[in-house]
Each structure stands twice: as C-alpha cells, then as structure tokens.
C-alpha cells in the first residue's frame, strides 16, 4: 500500500483510499480515532476513550452523552464519548 504525502489525518478528516484487491474501487471514510485512542462498540454504538483523558473529554464534550466504563488492562474506570456524531 502506498501512502500519499501530506497531513497525517486528524479526527473528523475524510481520508480516502483504494482497496488493495482492486485499486479501481475508491473508500472514503471518517476518521474517528489517533494513534493510543481507545475504541469500542457495543448494541451498535461507537464509544471513544480519547488519549487526552477524562478531563479533556468532560471540558470538550460538555453536552454529548458520556458514559463511564471499566478499562480492563488497567482495571478502572474511565470516561468515553458516546460518537453519536459518527455514522457508520
């Protein structure tokens, strides 16, 4: 796979890319999550653990739906942004 030069993606970018088994079929996707991010799905919904941690998402999220989960490598808890933004 080649890398095209230029920005590394940030969240919320559209990156777009050619499928590996057929360079002629184009995706284009929404990038939801960096390098140390945690990620899970469950019942359907995206949840974000953002690598800035809990007080960077309780002063950036002020009003979206957080939900506190335990963190099993680390056995506690920590604070996830539901992505209702995110469309899959």
Known sequence: ????????????????????GNIKQHFVK????????ELFVDDKNLFIHFREGDEWIKEHYEGFEIASFPRKALGEKSLYERASWYSS
């Open 1 to 20: 796979m080649r890398l095209v030069d230029g920005d590394t993606p940030q969240r919320g970018d559209i990156v777009i890319f050619r499928y590996p």
């Open 30 to 37: 929404r990038c939801v999550a960096l390098p140390e991010d």
